[in-house]
């Protein structure tokens, strides 16, 4: 693991290894750094299978775990992705969505593994904090209507 302080642990039922080649191929400033094996004497734990995958998503550290299936994911957690266009709104969402998770709401999704993500446009952020308040309540009633963030649906709310 890189020299730091402190990571984010994920805890899966044996599909660490898939989740993180998913996160790396898709998510930027992301790659699997080391795949761990469990050794000889691991209770539960078949010798040589996948047990920790540490890897770098959207330039934070990140371990993920095959602990099995005792803990599940919940809203408690979720990683926030911003997007600097719709293209890339669109390419992430789609991502997560269309390989086996689902659509939330404003701007959250699921991935098939049970971790909530929200795909988060600057401009979302920018118009939630817009000085003019009626003009960021336009733009957060909006986004209250979207499941995926529309970025011209929010600047039309923006804009009255």
Not at 2 to 8: R, S
Not at 81 to 96: G, M
Not at 105 to 134: E, F, K, N, V
Request: hydrophobic residues 45%.
């Amino acid at each position: 693991m890189q020299e730091t302080k402190a990571a984010v642990f994920l805890w899966f039922d044996g599909a660490a290894e898939e989740a993180a080649e998913f996160y790396a191929a898709t998510f930027p400033d992301s790659r699997v750094l080391k795949v761990v094996h469990a050794p000889d004497g691991v209770p539960g734990t078949e010798a040589g299978a996948v047990q920790v995958v540490e890897m770098t998503l959207c330039g934070l550290p990140y371990v993920l775990l095959n602990a099995g299936p005792q803990v599940r994911p919940n809203d408690a957690y979720s990683l926030q992705v911003y997007t600097d266009d719709q293209e890339e709104t669109d390419r992430l969402w789609e991502a997560i969505t269309g390989n086996g998770g689902a659509e939330i709401m404003c701007g959250w999704c699921m991935d098939r593994w049970g971790y909530r993500w929200q795909i988060t446009p600057r401009m979302l952020m920018a118009a939630l904090s817009h000085p003019d308040r009626a003009a960021s309540a336009r733009a957060q009633a909006a986004m209250m209507e979207m499941t995926k963030i529309d970025i011209a649906r929010i600047e039309a709310a923006l804009a009255g």
